[in-house]
């Protein structure tokens, strides 16, 4: 199912100048489209739409360990309640932590990228409130984490 995502603001990559009242589509674990929140409802007219207060953008890298939890599950889970999508492959040893990773979608990356929205690209979002706390992640476009 197609899925728009919608934000106060919507910005490609952090440092990115943001697209106020902007939106991102979101057809299976792909990026469908990017754009105004109004022009992606009018593009994709039967999508669920989404709407999240403060900022969205592109899911982050976990560069160092992964937090402490009593499994496998939790430590992954506790990264993507910071928004990451995605963990660097030194810090993910085990195999239980790396199919933990993979039941969730989380990318292990041999290296740090700079995260960006690509149209066409993996669906890694973020949605973080003005305070800088995580209040959605999105994963390969499933919804895996959202704060109450």
């Known amino acids: 199912m197609l899925t728009i995502h919608a934000a106060d603001e919507v910005r ?10 902007g939106a991102v ?24 739409v ?13 560069e160092g ?12 889970h506790a990264v993507l309640k910071g928004g990451a999508v995605a963990v ?9 932590l790396r199919s933990a990773a993979a039941r969730n979608d989380v990318a292990v990356l041999m290296r740090t990228r700079i ?18 706390a995580c209040l959605a992640t999105v994963c390969a476009g499933r919804l895996i984490h959202r704060r109450r």
């Open 50 to 62: 989404r709407q999240w207060p403060g900022a969205l953008g592109p899911g982050l890298v976990h």
């Open 12 to 21: 490609v990559g952090w440092d990115a100048e943001p697209l106020k009242d």
């Open 115 to 132: 995260p960006a929205i690509v149209q066409g690209g993996r669906a890694d979002l973020a949605v973080f409130d003005e305070g800088g």
């Open 25 to 48: 589509a979101v057809d299976g674990n792909r990026v469908a489209a990017l754009g105004s929140l109004a022009e992606l409802a009018e593009l994709f007219p039967g999508a669920r």
């Open 88 to 96: 660097l492959e030194e810090y993910v040893t085990s195999p239980d």
């Open 65 to 76: 360990p992964l937090p402490d939890a009593p499994s496998p599950r939790e430590r992954v």
